[in-house]
């Protein structure tokens, strides 16, 4: 399953072809009706969290899992950092230290 914060969002991540799933919608946390949410995460193994990368979405992130917690679910979320072909002195710092700490070898 892949939540999301707008129906726009849904449409954007099949543009792409990398995502076969069911897609879920909560654009705030206090819209979040819990037991629908519960209903619609039956036999799902993973949850990806597509949200832009910001303090509030975090936070419904960490709110979400904490709901969840106890079900056998793996938590995800699509990666974030640097854009292909923007200079670094255009990144947001939060941005720029997501891509730092999100590395990966090569």
């Keep these: 399953m892949?939540?999301?914060?707008?129906?726009k969002d849904i449409l954007t991540i099949e543009e792409?072809?990398?995502?076969?799933?069911?897609?879920y919608v909560i654009s705030q946390v206090r819209?979040?009706?819990e037991a629908h949410l519960f209903y619609a995460i039956g036999g799902v193994d993973e949850v990806i969290?597509?949200?832009?990368p910001s303090i509030a979405t975090d936070?419904?992130?960490?709110?979400?899992?904490d709901k969840l917690q106890g079900l056998?679910?793996?938590?995800?979320?699509?990666?974030?950092?640097?854009?292909?072909?923007?200079?670094?002195?255009?990144?947001?710092?939060l941005s720029l230290s997501r891509a730092l700490e999100d590395r990966v070898k090569i």
């Design 16 to 23: 792409s072809g990398e995502f076969k799933g069911v897609y």
């Design 31 to 33: 819209d979040m009706d």
């Design 59 to 65: 936070t419904m992130i960490l709110y979400i899992e």
């Design 49 to 52: 969290f597509a949200f832009p």
């Design 72 to 93: 056998d679910i793996h938590f995800t979320k699509i990666a974030q950092g640097v854009p292909t072909g923007v200079e670094l002195d255009n990144i947001d710092m």
């Design 2 to 7: 892949c939540i999301v914060q707008s129906a």
